[in-house]
């Protein structure tokens, strides 16, 4: 419960008031001062000292001072009168009420029209800040194309002082030539039938072109060129340099390479060569070399030479059991495939080779030339001719140069017109 | 680095453009006049002749051939006659005087495919020893002609019999100091860089760097060689210092990857050697500065002399286009003028400014 502070003093002027309040030792802030038209209010705990006053006040103007223990009320009238007491005597308790009410409200409202209007001037104020910074951007760019322009006109106005000058220095330099011609062409009558019959061959080019324009002019600079030629060396003798163009692993530019899929070739032959597909629980009993893929495959070949194509057919299959990567494997158990006539086999063997040999690149060539033309010839061999053709086009495309395939892809030609024209 | 302002600006004078593809342009030396090379949508060749005059180009003569023109260059005539040689996409080389340009001063077959680089020495009062023009073709091979020996070349550098033949991309003279020495470079699609000496008719120096070699250029074509640039596809160039040759190194080299796509062309600024301007395949020119170092050569661990390359800054770039800017050139008159053409049809006038300060 607060207590009441009732021991202030006023006095009053016809326009303002003047009231004293002891604050009995508490501090006071502005914070704790309320103050509208009608109503004051004073709150330090746990003081509490409240004001109905007599008439409305201008509480703008008014003004608070604390200091010594005291506050210090100057509130102006709004109207200039004499007031019989400082508070609203004999206000009910509703009055009362309903004035401190209104008060608040007030004061409520006041402080909103107060953020509001701050609101406003700063709005104001940023785009006043903005349109500065404009300018003075708007200012500088000018500044800057103002110096270009000014350099643009002072080098047009150079360039064609330049032009002048060269004007008048040959005209300078015609009229020079003039003077001196009309002197010399008298030593030079007798002079020029022995020069120009001496120049005549090499000049010859030059001097028919010459002759046809003026006589001074013409004159005037053969002689000046015989001078020349007379001062130059005479031509170098021919002579040829044979150059040699910078090799690489793959002979293109850079800009021609296809490094990317050559590099890929290299990777995957490089991988092949290490996977080992096999189970070696299986083959346990076979002997160290056995089990090389690589030795397996030149024993492949050794009995395709000897014509042993079984035998053959057996190392490949061991090996490809061992390392199902290498395309060669394949290759060469399609042709002994071919030579046992297993047809289906062999073009199995030869698609599955062509596969491994993507991407195609100069270096395996020749193996898919190998694959389409093994291919080619079991399709053939199976009667399907369509099949076989595409086959020996496309090692045609690879190497243009062969004259097997060429003779061969002829007569498949021929053979499929052959059956066209018979159903 | 300076602020942006303080650095060299490239100002784009006049732009200028044309009905056909435009594949070289040069200035005239001596004077406001610049020339256009190319080729017209009917497959014929285009020679037009511009002045500058104030704001604009105005055209003082189209001249048109039978084939396509690929280059040319006024290098190897004297300052009185100015002949203009070109070639064309047909391997022709040939000699015009712009006065009377129905018929060439010279003309051969020169090479059996399109040439695509050509360049001359000798003429223009710079440097001495006789005029010789040097072209590389398609076909491999790289000629050297000399304007006063008919329809046979005086050097020719061709593959060996049997070898697989890469084109010839760029050729470029120097060492061109006295009567006697002279050198040909000359860059290919394959990365090749070949420096032939022409007093010793021999292979003195070659090189690989990888990318197709677009455009090569010495800093003067008139002293003791001293720089090389060589650019290339993929946005790289490489500068070589040329006064120290180690026997198995080779040239020192210094290398900068200045923007994604191709560097079409490197040309050196007349009045300093050490500036240059590569233009690029997305439309851009960058201006460069090289430094050389403290020491331009050392001595390796067998006691044999090695060069040291210097380093190379980005003065300026800008863009001009969205099409490659295929040839540039700079004015041998007026500091900091050059022109540059564009696969868009346009050539254009540009102003360097600041380069006295540098």
């Known amino acids: 419960m607060p207590l009441w502070l009732r021991e202030h003093r006023w006095h009053q ?34 003081f509490l000292f409240e004001a109905i006053l007599y008439a409305d006040i201008d509480d703008k103007s008014s003004t608070a001072k604390i200091g ?33 009410e209104n008060a608040v409200l007030k004061a409520q409202e006041r402080a909103k029209e107060e953020t509001e209007a701050k609101k406003v001037t700063k709005q104001e104020h940023k785009k006043y800040a903005l349109e ?59 002079r020029k039938d022995e020069k120009m019959n001496k120049t005549r061959v090499p000049n010859e080019v030059t001097s028919k072109t010459r002759l046809k324009p003026t006589k001074g002019h013409g004159s005037c600079s053969i002689f000046s060129q015989n001078l020349k030629e007379e001062q130059l060396p005479a031509p170098r003798s021919a002579a040829t340099i044979k150059v040699n163009f910078t090799p690489r692993v793959f002979p293109t530019a850079l800009r021609e390479s296809r490094v990317a899929e050559e590099e890929e070739w290299l990777h995957k032959q490089a991988e092949a060569r290490r996977t080992i597909t096999a189970d070696l629980s299986e083959l346990e009993d076979l002997k160290e070399e056995e089990k090389n893929p690589d030795w397996l495959k030149d024993k492949g070949n050794k009995m395709f030479a000897m014509g042993n194509y079984l035998a053959a057919v057996n190392a490949y299959n061991l090996a490809v059991r061992l390392n199902n990567k290498l395309p060669l494997l394949y290759l060469n158990r399609a042709a002994c495939h071919l030579k046992l006539r297993n047809l289906h086999k062999a073009i199995e063997d030869s698609s599955k080779a062509l596969e491994l040999l993507t991407p195609p690149v100069p270096d395996n060539e020749s193996a898919r030339v190998k694959g389409f033309v093994r291919r080619g010839t079991a399709f053939c061999q199976l009667e399907l001719y369509t099949e076989g053709l ?26 499929i017109q052959g059956t066209m024209q018979g159903s | 680095s300076a602020p942006s302002l303080e650095r060299p600006q490239v100002v784009s004078h006049v732009q200028q453009s044309l ?149 010839c991309w760029t050729v470029a003279f120097g060492n061109a100091y006295n009567q006697e020495e002279r050198v040909v470079c000359a860059g290919y699609d394959n990365g090749d860089i070949k420096l032939f000496d022409l007093k010793t008719m021999s292979l003195r120096w070659e090189n690989n760097i990888k990318n197709g070699v677009c455009s ?102 800008v863009t001009l286009s969205t099409q490659p800017i295929s040839s540039l050139d700079w004015s041998p008159d007026k500091k900091g003028l050059c022109v540059c053409g564009a696969f868009d049809q346009t050539v254009r006038v540009l102003i360097v400014t600041k380069l006295n300060k540098i």
Not at chain 2, 120 to 143: C, M
């Open chain 2, 216 to 317: 090569v250029e010495f800093d003067r074509k008139d002293i003791n060689m001293n720089k090389l640039v060589a650019t290339s596809l993929e946005g790289k160039f490489h500068v070589f210092d040329m006064r120290t040759q180690h026997p198995t190194k080779g040239f020192a080299s210094v290398s900068e990857k200045a923007q994604k796509s191709t560097i079409w062309q490197v040309r050196h600024l007349p009045q300093n050697r050490d500036i240059f301007m590569t233009s690029g395949g997305s439309g851009s020119l960058h201006l460069w500065k090289y430094e050389y170092p403290a020491q331009r050569s050392k001595k390796d661990s067998e006691g044999a002399e090695m060069g040291v390359a210097g380093s190379v800054t980005l003065l300026q770039n």
């Open chain 1, 13 to 46: 002027t016809r326009t303002a008031v003047f009231l004293s309040l002891p604050l009995r030792g508490a501090r006071a802030a502005p914070a704790n001062i309320f103050c509208t038209e009608r109503y004051l209010k004073v709150s330090v705990p746990p």
């Open chain 1, 132 to 190: 500065a910074t404009m300018k003075v951007e708007e200012a500088e760019r000018k500044r800057i194309e103002d110096l270009k322009e000014k350099e643009r006109q002072r080098i047009t106005e150079e360039l064609e002082l330049w032009k002048k000058q060269q004007k008048e220095a040959a005209k300078y330099k015609s009229i020079q030539k003039e003077g001196e011609l009309h002197q010399e062409i008298q030593q030079l009558e007798e």
């Open chain 1, 390 to 415: 595409q086959d020996y086009e496309a090692a045609l495309k690879i190497d243009p140069k062969n004259k097997n395939i060429e003779k061969d892809a002829e007569k498949i030609r021929y053979l």
């Open chain 2, 19 to 167: 009905s056909y593809t435009v594949f070289d342009c040069k200035w005239v030396p001596r004077s406001a006049r610049l020339l256009c090379l190319g080729s017209a949508a009917r497959g014929t060749g285009v020679v037009q002749l511009y002045e500058l005059r104030g704001a604009r180009l105005e055209l003082l003569r189209e001249i048109e051939k039978p084939k396509p023109i690929k280059c040319g260059t006024f290098g190897a005539t004297s300052l009185q006659q100015r002949y203009l040689a070109t070639g064309d996409f047909d391997g022709n080389l040939n000699i015009w005087n712009l006065e009377a340009p129905e018929i060439p001063v010279y003309s051969v077959k020169g090479h059996k495919e399109i040439i695509n680089s050509i360049d001359g020495v000798g003429g223009l009062g710079i440097g001495e020893g006789a005029p010789e023009i040097v072209t590389g073709s398609r076909d491999g091979t790289v000629k050297v002609w000399d304007p006063r020996q008919k329809d046979t070349p005086v050097a020719n550098m061709e593959p060996v019999q049997g070898e697989s033949k890469r084109d």
């Open chain 1, 68 to 100: 010594n223990g005291n506050i210090f009320f100057t509130l102006y009238k709004k109207e200039p009168a004499m007031w019989d007491s400082l508070t609203l005597e004999n206000a009910d308790k509703e009055k009362l009420q309903y004035i401190r």
